[in-house]
């Protein structure tokens, strides 16, 4: 099956400091990739949607300049957390269908929990 | 804008026993429901979907799903609880469609079972 894997599962960074975290499709092309944030006994929440050469689209309410996103090629997704503050610890999911077909099916990343000291 | 409600933030039973997870969604055009399972520290896995076929849907594990629209309810069950099966639950929608669809997830249930 399709395989989407998260770098790094854990990382430990200081208030101030940035932050990347990579997506990437391991077996298939994802024109689309999507990223949520989990808070602890928290649902996911969608925040943006990654488009492989092109602009994210970001859902409302997140700072498109605290979190980059850049997908530059069909198989990897980056999102960095700029100067980081301890609000923004949390667990990083993301998601991906399979290039060309419907996001009914998306394959989903082990995550990547962040914690800002 | 389509959205979907889990009732009961934690449910416990005892191994062997029934499982019942509510969901209950609100759309304006035929939905496609979701239910995922996440592990501690885990991304989520797919246990089955609904996408307008059969009503009665069947996925991973033992656990299917009932579509009812005269209820507007999407509940998960599975027969025999198994120790394995304790974890968080999440029921989806697809908001729109096709290749600019999004997923927008219910609170979660988290799933306890006693032996």
């Known amino acids: 099956g399709a395989v989407v894997s998260q770098h790094p599962s854990w990382v430990i960074c200081k208030s101030g400091t940035s932050v990347k975290i990579e997506c990437r499709s391991l077996d298939f092309q994802a024109t689309t990739m999507f990223w949520y944030r989990q808070f602890p006994k928290q649902s996911l929440m969608l925040m943006a949607t990654s488009n492989e050469g092109s602009k994210a689209t970001y859902e409302q309410g997140v700072e498109k300049d605290k979190f980059l996103i850049n997908h530059a090629s069909l198989t990897l997704s980056t999102l960095t957390v700029t100067s980081a503050h301890p609000e923004d610890s949390s667990f990083y999911i993301c998601?991906?269908?399979?290039?060309?077909?419907?996001?009914?099916?998306?394959?989903f990343g082990p995550g990547t929990r962040l914690t800002v000291l | 804008a389509q959205s979907v409600t889990q009732l009961g933030s934690h449910v416990s039973v005892s191994e062997g026993a029934l499982v019942l997870l509510r969901c209950n969604y609100s759309?304006?055009?035929?939905?496609?429901l979701f239910w995922y399972v996440q592990y501690p520290n885990q991304g989520l896995q797919l246990l089955l979907k609904y996408t307008s076929a059969a009503t009665l849907v069947k996925g991973i594990n033992g656990f299917e799903a009932e579509f009812k629209k005269s209820e507007t309810s999407f509940h998960l069950t599975k027969p025999s609880a198994h120790m394995s099966d304790a974890a968080e639950y999440f029921c989806?929608?697809?908001?729109?469609?096709?290749?600019?669809?999004?997923?927008?997830f219910g609170q979660g249930t988290t799933l306890q079972v006693k032996p």
């Open positions: 998601s991906a269908p399979i290039t060309g077909t419907s996001v009914d099916t998306q394959y």
């Open positions: 989806a929608v697809l908001h729109g469609s096709g290749n600019t669809g999004k997923l927008i």
């Open positions: 759309s304006s055009v035929p939905p496609y």
